[in-house]
């Protein structure tokens, strides 16, 4: 579960951290990259990933989950953007998961609820280890019997 000690990293401003005062424009950038950007990527890739019977492996953050805590979090750390984005790429990847199968591609997700160790925000205090990711991924995609694992 994500933490209080994590806000430090989501202390930037975030697109459309504040619904109430973003502007439309904001509150459409928010789904650029994980939505529009992983249907173009998908879709621009679908032709080798159903010859090669292969894998859309999606990362994704622990602010798009639907609990209480998590959403003051959000709201705290100015990234009701970030959450809102995050629970929609999570709809996303169930839906793709739902449909890509009867085209022979296999769709999982690692939702990473803290920080990476090494990576930009991380100020010293990140407890997951980029090994601990990397074999989740290895893993979804070597037994393809989940569509989500929460690290």
Same mark, same amino acid.
């Given at each position: ?44 890739? *679908?032709?080798? %990933?159903? =010859? #090669? /019977? ?7 953050? $622990? ?28 709809? *996303?990847?169930? %839906?793709? =998961? #739902? /449909? ?7 769709? $999982? ?43």
């Amino acid at each position: 579960m994500l933490t209080e000690s994590s806000s430090a990293a989501f202390a930037m401003r975030q697109p459309a951290g504040d619904v109430i005062t973003a502007t439309p424009d904001e509150l459409r950038a928010i789904f650029d990259v994980p939505i529009v950007g992983l249907v173009s990527a998908l879709q621009a890739a *679908l032709p080798d %990933l159903e =010859a #090669q /019977k292969g894998s859309l492996l999606v990362t994704n953050g $622990g602010l798009g989950f639907f609990h209480p805590e998590v959403d003051k979090l959000g709201a705290s750390w100015n990234a009701m953007g970030l959450s809102i984005a995050n629970s929609a790429k999570h709809k *996303l990847v169930r %839906l793709l =998961a #739902q /449909k890509l199968p009867e085209r022979g591609v296999y769709v $999982g997700e690692v939702v990473i609820t803290g920080l990476v160790k090494g990576t930009a925000f991380d100020q010293g205090n990140a407890t997951i280890e980029p090994a601990s990711v990397a074999e989740a991924f290895w893993k979804l995609h070597n037994e393809r019997d989940q569509v989500s694992v929460t690290i």
